[in-house]
Nanobody
Framework: QVRLVESGGGLVQAGGSLRLSCACS????????MAWFRQAPGKEREFVAAISWSGSRTYYVDSVKGRLTISRDNTKNTVYLQMNSLESEDTAVYYC?????????????????WGQGTQVTVSS
């Protein structure tokens, strides 16, 4: 069974930084493409960023380009989301997701495994 556990969320002022981590229990982590999604109150869960199995390719939603960076360490079975220049619009619960495919995708329904989420709150 695949288990994803996020950490690193919290309260930060606008312009500040946070780094989210997602630890994956599966031994074959390097065969999974990974992504981050987020869900703000009253809104649907939306795609934020994705990374291929090797980390060589990444993809971002336009609103976070240049501010958020996804990365992974396959030796630690962990994917990260470095969040800089945070804005109040970034306030949401952030979810880690994995799919048993080496190529990433930005469609929520194409991810097989999800974490429980971590809250990020940006105060203005």
């Amino acid at each position: 069974q695949v288990r994803l556990v996020e950490s690193g969320g919290g309260l930060v002022q606008a312009g500040g930084s946070l780094r989210l981590s997602c630890a994956c229990s599966v031994r074959t982590f390097s065969t999974y493409a990974m992504a981050w999604f987020r869900q703000a109150p009253g809104k649907e869960r939306e795609f934020v960023a994705a990374i291929s199995w090797s980390g060589s390719r990444t993809y971002y939603v336009d609103s976070v380009k240049g501010r958020l960076t996804i990365s992974r360490d396959n030796t630690k079975n962990t994917v990260y989301l470095q969040m800089n220049s945070l804005e109040s619009e970034d306030t949401a619960v952030y979810y880690c997701a994995g799919r048993l495919d080496r190529n990433y995708d930005y469609t929520r329904g194409r991810y097989d495994y999800w974490g429980q989420g971590t809250q990020v709150t940006v105060s203005s």
